[in-house]
């Protein structure tokens, strides 16, 4: 019975969830880039591989603001749009 008394000895410390766990945004921080993906999707009847660029953005966003578990954009398979994003860069200089 001792242990009742114990409730308030735990420091409990967040952290950013696993890959896979998403929070709630409950500030609405990443709330635009969601609404852009959301309508990218609708108007490409779903094909989430026409949104891609949007996808990025918008877990670019969860990352920053620790709702997400930060991963390589290349580890989420996003290689070829860092790729091409770089290349933009890169020819935009000259």
């Given at each position: 019975m001792s242990t009742a008394m114990n409730f308030g000895t735990k420091n409990f410390k967040p952290r950013p969830p696993e890959k896979g766990a998403f929070p709630l945004d409950h500030f609405g921080e990443c709330?635009?880039?969601k609404v852009k993906f959301m309508k990218c999707l609708r108007e490409n009847t779903?094909?989430?591989?026409?949104?891609r660029e949007e996808s990025?953005?918008?877990?670019?966003?969860?990352?920053?603001?620790?709702?997400?578990?930060?991963?390589?954009?290349?580890k989420l398979g996003f290689k070829d749009l860092i790729d091409d994003d770089e290349t933009t860069k890169?020819?935009?200089?000259?």
């Open positions: 709330k635009p880039f779903f094909q989430s591989s026409l949104c990025k953005e918008y877990l670019e966003c969860r990352m920053e603001r620790q709702l997400m578990a930060k991963e390589p954009m290349e890169d020819q935009n200089k000259l």
